[in-house]
């Protein structure tokens, strides 16, 4: 699917096919997880870093049917290049009414970096102002987990970090994203 | 590690947050920007069983886990009662200055905002022994649509964070409140609300009193 197609795909499901609720009702929940989880690990921000992605990763694993029975592509994306416009244009649409701009590839085509203009996730977010939330904190975290899970789902292993956010003071908020491998389809255990 | 790299034009060892050259903080953003935005409800259902998953863990009790849950709605509730009498029109920018007015702002403009509905119900505790307590009622909490409690854990309501979130209201309101989410929807067949949830407000003893007072003059 072309990425101008998949744009149109996600726009279309959006409108048509997703249940809504009120964005802030999101935004909020967020906020309480994660200052939940600053509380609770004592303003460790790599381990809340780590508990965000690992709460993603278990949204993800179960987000892939979702998308996939919304988006109905019921077809192997042909390369990485067309997962990641499929990630951008429809995944993200359709779960968050976002589409992150898809840049910086990588000449052999296996990383790519998704900017957000917009993230509904921090609206409302300032870190704590104690010197090392900003250098330390991954506020939308989260991403990356959903992603690694989600993609684990359809056989492909990567590995998503962020690497600036404008809560951190940075000019664009911007997501790493390599594949490393393809998994390969495990024989299902032979029925005697 | 370009991550590392501080903000241009600040360094780490200045004080305070560092912002984006382009200026934008928190502060110029529009505070109705995302008034009437939606979301996936998707990503709410995700969001919420992981903040029940997390917040089951380590726990002793079922009032434990709805105690933690009402705990993480609570900040929700004071910032929201600000924000949306902010963004009231003018004259009806008041607080809420009774049980009454308050219940209602409770039941109408906070639960439209967040589930786009008025609550079902409000009542006053029949039992005159208990005046100081309140029912909001909701037939089918949107917290609890993809929520199935197991057999072993049936007291367990989830919608104790929004028990938190009405608390918290009540709270920031200077109407202190013990709020608690309790199921009372038959689970037979051909129930028409089997997720019914009445969220019980018990005022603190001082706010009796002033209501009392009040109440006379």
Known sequence: ?192 | MSNLQPAKGSSKDQPGLRYPTSGKTIYHRPLNRTKAAELSGSSFAYLFSEMVGYASKKIESIQDLEKRLNVQGHPIGLKLLDLLLYREPTRSQTRPLNIITLLHFIKINVWQHLFGRAADGLEKSSDPSKPDEYMIIDNEPLVNRYISVPKDMSQLNCAAYVAGIIEGVCDGSAFPARVTAHSVGKQEEGEMWPGRTVFLVKFAPEVMEREGYLGKS
Not at chain 1, 153 to 168: C, K, N, P, T, W
Not at chain 1, 172 to 182: A, F, G, N
């Open chain 1, 1 to 192: 699917m072309s990425a101008n197609k998949a744009a149109r795909v996600g726009e279309e499901i959006w409108k048509g096919r997703i249940d809504k609720v009120n964005a802030e009702l999101v935004t909020l929940t967020y906020g309480t997880i994660v200052a939940q989880l600053c509380k609770d690990f004592e303003a460790d921000y790599v381990e809340v870093n780590k508990q965000l992605d690992r709460m993603g990763y278990n949204i993800g694993l179960r987000l892939i049917e979702d998308y996939l029975a919304k988006s109905n592509t019921m077809r192997r994306c042909s390369n990485f290049r067309e997962t990641a416009d499929m990630i951008a244009k429809v995944g993200f649409k359709i779960f968050l009414n976002i589409t992150p701009t898809v840049t910086n590839w990588t000449s052999d085509s296996k990383q790519f970096s998704l900017v957000f203009e917009e993230n509904p996730l921090a609206d409302f977010v300032e870190l704590p102002d104690d010197g090392r939330a900003q250098d330390e904190l991954w506020y939308s975290n989260i991403f990356c987990g959903v992603l690694r899970g989600a993609l684990e789902m359809v056989q492909m292993q990567v590995e998503a970090h962020f690497i600036s956010d404008v809560l951190r003071g940075n000019d664009t908020t911007e997501m790493r994203v390599s594949l490393i491998r393809y998994i390969d389809d495990e024989l299902p255990p032979e029925d005697d």
